[in-house]
């Protein structure tokens, strides 16, 4: 009866442990809203052609050709749209508004963008920064245009 | 001798980041707010707030003074870009009866509108936000917003949205629409949250 108790005890605290890992793994930060092709999605090494209600990860590498698109909406409402021609690696993303814990880090390294802000920026406007192999950017709202040739 | 290594190096990294220049434009938004920018280069800030208001940031010279782009510049440099933004999010405010998971009759008569624009979007990115007025204690009314975002996530359902594409959220009396002291009903916010992505 005692062993039991004790399988039984373990087995939660497994379960108790992994939990949070898992629900970390599995948490998306926003999805692919609109996309003309070609738009690609590089992650964990894989290639993922983009498409409508694709879910995104935090340090996802977002790829277009000459005729892609990718619009993206995130989960605080935050919209970008990748041109086409363009690398995007959205390095860091965080949104919890109950904790007001925030952080949008991108880094455009050709191409162009559009960012309209959402709940993040208006919650705490120095968390959103975009990075260019020559400029650093704070974007403190609201609709912002970056190109890097 | 050894020099050489180091100059070629040099004219490498020269080479390199001298192809790269970054533009960047502070614009409208799509309320006409126009917000503020920072832009840091090797130290030196600047920071852009005007609309329409650009800098370009080489890797050599120093950045060059702010200028204000025309609609045309922006269009010709951007048109692709920004014709092909998704369209902003949506949200529809539904509003309850007082203790209740019953939506008032106008709220009711708008969810064929929301459900609507979820199939004209083919939208799979959905949240329905429960919230409570301040009348009762604090557990119960976040244990009753998350009824209420239940009831329109169940109506959503009946309508032939899919069930995997909406996300729920209870925010109980802690965010209200319009703020109130303790205890104080407020019917506006007695309510869901609706937004279609």
Same mark, same amino acid.
């Given at each position: ?21 898992? #629900?970390? *793994? ?19 090494? &894989?290639?993922?052609?983009? /498409? ?5 990860? #935090?340090?996802?590498?977002? &790829? ?35 904790? *007001? *814990? ?7 390294? &050709? ?7 959402? #709940?993040?920026?208006?919650? /705490? ?17 609201? *609709?912002?245009?970056? &190109?890097?040739? | 001798?050894?020099? =050489? ?35 840091? =280069? ?7 707030? $005007? ?14 003074? @702010? ?18 933004? @998704? ?7 539904? $509003?309850?009866?007082?203790?209740? =998971? ?9 969810? @064929? ?18 919230? =409570? ?25 009946? $309508? ?38």
């Amino acid at each position: 009866m005692n062993r039991l108790i004790q399988i039984l005890f373990f087995s939660l605290m497994c379960l108790l442990l992994t939990t949070p890992l898992l #629900a970390e *793994k599995s948490a998306y930060i926003g999805k692919v809203a609109k996309v003309s092709p070609d738009a690609m999605i590089l992650r964990d090494g &894989q290639t993922l052609v983009a /498409n409508k209600n694709l879910e995104i990860f #935090a340090n996802d590498l977002f &790829q277009t050709g000459p005729t892609g698109t990718l619009g993206i909406i995130f989960r605080d409402g935050t919209i970008l749209t990748i041109g086409p021609s363009s690398e995007f690696h959205i390095r860091d993303y965080v949104f919890v508004p109950l904790e *007001k *814990k925030t952080s949008f880090l991108g880094r455009m390294r &050709q191409g162009s963008l559009s960012y309209i802000s959402g #709940a993040m920026g208006r919650m /705490n406007p120095d968390s959103v920064r975009i990075e260019t192999p020559t400029a650093y950017l704070g974007l403190r709202g609201t *609709k912002v245009l970056v &190109q890097v040739d | 001798m050894k020099y =050489t290594f180091l100059l070629a190096s040099l004219l490498g990294f020269l080479l390199l980041a001298g192809c790269s220049t970054t533009r960047v434009v502070l614009v409208p938004d799509p309320d006409g707010k126009v917000g503020k920018i920072e832009v840091v =280069t090797r130290g030196e800030s600047q920071v852009l707030d $005007q609309a329409g208001e650009s800098v370009t940031v080489g890797s050599l010279l120093p950045p060059a003074e @702010p200028t204000i782009l025309s609609q045309e510049e922006i269009d010709s440099r951007f048109g692709s870009t920004l014709q092909n933004e @998704p369209a902003p999010p949506t949200t529809y405010i539904l $509003q309850f009866r007082h203790d209740s =998971t019953e939506l008032t009759t106008a709220s009711a008569g708008e969810l @064929p509108a929301a459900v609507g624009l979820i199939n004209r979007r083919n939208s799979c990115y959905i949240v329905v936000a429960g919230h =409570t007025d301040a009348v009762g204690d604090k557990a119960y009314n976040t244990e009753l917003s998350l009824r209420r975002a239940n009831k329109v996530r169940g109506l959503l359902i009946e $309508q032939g949205v899919e069930a995997r594409c909406i996300e729920t959220l209870s925010y109980g009396e802690n965010d209200p629409l319009i703020p109130t002291a303790d205890n104080v009903a407020e019917p506006r916010n007695r309510r869901v949250e609706l937004v279609v992505r």
